[in-house]
Nanobody, 123 residues
Framework: QVQLGESGGGLVQAGGSLRLSCAAS????????MGWFRQAPGKEREFVAA????????DYADSVKGRFTISRDNAKNTVWLQMNSLKPEDTAVYYC????????????????WGQGTQVTVSS
């Protein structure tokens, strides 16, 4: 079992920045690829970013490329999502997720999920 807990969400104006954190506990963090997803009201959960176990490779949704950065520190059992140049359409509940071994972009491919943190971007 892997337990995940997100923090860092909040209300920010368009053009602003937020840094989300996801702390993991349980099994060996470095065995898990990590992903960030988001879900807006009335919409399906969508992929945002993912990072490999060692942090050497990342993947991003087209909608966030160049604005968001995913990173991790295996010694701290933590993954972050730095979000810059935020837009109102980035408003959603953001979730971190873990899956063994390789990164993936679809929610059903992930085994463990946090409770989510709300991000609201005002125009």
């Amino acid at each position: 079992q892997v337990q995940l807990g997100e923090s860092g969400g909040g209300l920010v104006q368009a053009g602003g920045s937020l840094r989300l954190s996801c702390a993991a506990s349980g099994r060996t963090f470095s065995n898990y690829a990590m992903g960030w997803f988001r879900q807006a009201p009335g919409k399906e959960r969508e992929f945002v970013a993912a990072i490999t176990r060692g942090g050497t490779s990342t993947d991003y949704a087209d909608s966030v490329k160049g604005r968001f950065t995913i990173s991790r520190d295996n010694a701290k059992n933590t993954v972050w999502l730095q979000m810059n140049s935020l837009k109102p359409e980035d408003t959603a509940v953001y979730y971190c997720a873990a899956r063994a071994w390789h990164i993936a972009t679809r929610p059903y491919e992930y085994d463990y999920w946090g409770q989510g943190t709300q991000v609201t971007v005002s125009s």
